[in-house]
C-alpha cells in the first residue's frame, strides 16, 4: 500500500524571502522567523503529520520527519520545475514553476535530517529559453541558498544543468554556452525496455529541437538512448517538487512527466510523430486542417528540416528571410491557421509519443545504476511534495492560467503521487496514457500496480476517498485545448 497526503491551505504564497516560517516550531533549528504569515511552511509540516512521519516526537525538538529517508553525509537533490523564468502571457509565474518558500521548508527538514553534515542540492534543466538569472531575481530563491549557507552554515548550492540557453528563437546563432552539469551526463540506453521501442515510423519523429536526425538517431530499433544529468542520479535521495498543473502533450505534468527536467540533451527526448494518424503520425489529428492549413504547416516543417536542422547559420538567415515573406504575405491574403493550431506539434490526446518518453524517463531514473546500466532494483531515497497551491490549468505548461488550488501533496512514490493529483484536478488518472502504462508495466514494478493499492490521507475529510468518487470534479481544473472531453472524469 503507498500512502499519499494532500494538505488543504490557503492559496497564498509569502513574499519576503528567504520564506522563513512565521512561528516557532520546536523542531525548527534556525532564529530567523517571519513576520508575515507563511501558510505555505505550516502546510509542509502538517504534510508530513499526517503522513506520520516520526509521530513519536511531534511536536518537539527531536522531530524529524525526513529521517527516514535522509541520513547524515548523505547529498540531497531538490528537483524543482523551473521550466520557465516569466509568464509568456504575463499572468502568475508560479502558475509554471514552482515556488521558493515550498524549497525553504523542504531544505530546512533536509538539513534537520542531515544533523549538519551532508549537501544540500537544488537543481533542474529548464527550457531552453529560459533566463536563468531572470528566474532568480523572480523568485528570490538566492536569498535562501545564502540564508541557509552563509548565516546558518548549510552546505547548499543552486545548480542550472543545461549546456546552453537562447534569449530568443532556438536558432544555432542565438545559443550561449552554459556551464551544464558540472559532473557530466549519463547516456542511458533502454533498448528494448524502451516505451518507444519498435515504435513505427522512427524516422519520423521529432524531438525538441530542429535537428530531428539527432532524435531519429536515438531512438531507432534498440536503440533508445537518454542523456540524464549525473548530478541528479548520484545523489543518495532525491526530493522531486513539480508543480501542479495541465500538459497539451501527455495531459498532466507532475512527477513523471517533469523527469524532463533530469535530462541534459532536450533532443534525445521524443515529442511527436510527424504527420496524422492516417499517415503514421500523431502531429495533429485526421480531418483538423483544410489543404490550406496543411500546406502551411507542411511549408513550415520542411523549412525547419532543411534550413535549420543544419544548423548553418547562412542557412538559418535564409530560413529568417523566407519565413518572414511567408508570414507577410499569408497575413496579407487572410490566410491562417487559427485556433486549430494548438492542436498542432502534438498537442491532443492522440499523441502517443510523448507519454513514451516520459515513462522511458520514470524508468531511467528509477533502476538505472551510476554506470548507466539498467537494473530490476528499484532505486531507494525518493520523495515527493507536489506544489499546488497556484496550479495551471488550460494552455500548459508554458502559458497556463492560474488556479488558486491551496493544496500540497507529498508520498513516497511517484506515480502513486502523480495519480492522487490528477484525480484531485478533476481527471481520470487512467485516460492518462502514461499512468496506465506504469500501473501494467511487466518489465518494471514502480511499487504500484493498482489505483486499489493506493491510501489517500488528508485534513480535507471529502478527498480521502477522491480515488473512489466517480462523480465529483474536486478542483475542476480545464483540460488543454486537445484534452477537452478526453481526460475528464
Keep these: 500500500m503507498q500512502t499519499v497526503a494532500i494538505v488543504k491551505t490557503k492559496a497564498l504564497y509569502p513574499i519576503l524571502s528567504p520564506y522563513s516560517p512565521s512561528e516557532r516550531y520546536p523542531e525548527y533549528p534556525f532564529k530567523n522567523i517571519s513576520k508575515e504569515k507563511n501558510y505555505i511552511y505550516e502546510g509542509i509540516r502538517n504534510l508530513f503529520y499526517i503522513l506520520g512521519y516520526d509521530k513519536e516526537n511531534w511536536n518537539t525538538k527531536k522531530w524529524n520527519p525526513l529521517g527516514f529517508l535522509i541520513k547524515p553525509g548523505m547529498t540531497v537533490l531538490i528537483k524543482p520545475n523551473f521550466v520557465q523564468s516569466r509568464h509568456k502571457q504575463g499572468k502568475d509565474l508560479f502558475s509554471i514553476i514552482t515556488h521558493p518558500s515550498v524549497l525553504r521548508a523542504i531544505a530546512d527538514y533536509c538539513w534537520i535530517a542531515l544533523k ?5 542540492i537544488i537543481a533542474d534543466s529548464p527550457q531552453y529559453d ?3 538569472q531572470e528566474l532568480i531575481k523572480a523568485t528570490k530563491i538566492d536569498k535562501v541558498i545564502d540564508f541557509l549557507r552563509d548565516l546558518n552554515g548549510a552546505d547548499i548550492e543552486l545548480l542550472d544543468l543545461r549546456s546552453y540557453w537562447s534569449p530568443w528563437k532556438h536558432f544555432d546563432s542565438c545559443l550561449k554556452k552554459l556551464p551544464g552539469d558540472k559532473n557530466g551526463s549519463l547516456v542511458v540506453n533502454l533498448k528494448r525496455k524502451s516505451a518507444l521501442f519498435n515504435k513505427p515510423n522512427a524516422k519520423k519523429l521529432y524531438g525538441a529541437m530542429y535537428a530531428r536526425s539527432e532524435t531519429v538517431l536515438n531512438h531507432t530499433g534498440e536503440i533508445q538512448k537518454y542523456k540524464v544529468s549525473r548530478t541528479i542520479m548520484n545523489a543518495d535521495v532525491v526530493i522531486s517538487v513539480p508543480k501542479l498543473k495541465v500538459h497539451k502533450k501527455v495531459g498532466v505534468t507532475l512527477n513523471v512527466k517533469g523527469l524532463v527536467g533530469i535530462s541534459t540533451d532536450k533532443n534525445y527526448l ?3 510523430t510527424l504527420g496524422s494518424p492516417s499517415k503514421g503520425g500523431d502531429q495533429y489529428p485526421d480531418n483538423l486542417f483544410n489543404l490550406k492549413e496543411k500546406f502551411l504547416i507542411q511549408t513550415e516543417r520542411w523549412m525547419y528540416d532543411h534550413f535549420l536542422a543544419s544548423r548553418n547559420h547562412f542557412l538559418e538567415r535564409i530560413h529568417r528571410a523566407i519565413y518572414w515573406i511567408h508570414n507577410h504575405t499569408t497575413r496579407q491574403l487572410g490566410i491562417k491557421v487559427g485556433k486549430k493550431r494548438l492542436m498542432d506539434a502534438g498537442n491532443w490526446y492522440g499523441n502517443d509519443s510523448a507519454w ?24 531507494n531515497g525518493i520523495f515527493s511534495i507536489i506544489d499546488g497551491i497556484i496550479g495551471g490549468e488550460n494552455n500548459g505548461p508554458l502559458a497556463p492560467d492560474p488556479v488558486k488550488s491551496g493544496v500540497l501533496l507529498g508520498g513516497k ?6 495519480i492522487v493529483a490528477t484525480r484531485l484536478m478533476g481527471f481520470d488518472p487512467m485516460k492518462v496514457k502514461m499512468y496506465k502504462y506504469l500501473l501494467n508495466s511487466s518489465d518494471f514494478d514502480f511499487g504500484v ?9 488528508s485534513n480535507n475529510p471529502e478527498w480521502r476517498n477522491c480515488l473512489n468518487n466517480s462523480n465529483d470534479t474536486f478542483l475542476e ?8 472531453r478526453h481526460i475528464e472524469i
Design 130 to 132: 529560459c533566463n536563468f
Design 413 to 418: 512514490n511517484l506515480l502513486a503521487v502523480d
Design 449 to 457: 500496480k493498482s489505483i486499489d493499492e493506493i491510501e489517500v490521507l
Design 116 to 120: 549538519g553534515k551532508g549537501k544540500i
Design 477 to 484: 481544473f480545464v483540460p488543454p485545448y486537445g484534452w477537452v
Design 356 to 379: 513514451r518518453m516520459a515513462v522511458d524517463l520514470m524508468k531511467v531514473f528509477l533502476f538505472t545504476n551510476k554506470q548507466g546500466e539498467i537494473g530490476e532494483q528499484r532505486r
Design 270 to 272: 521524443v515529442h511527436y
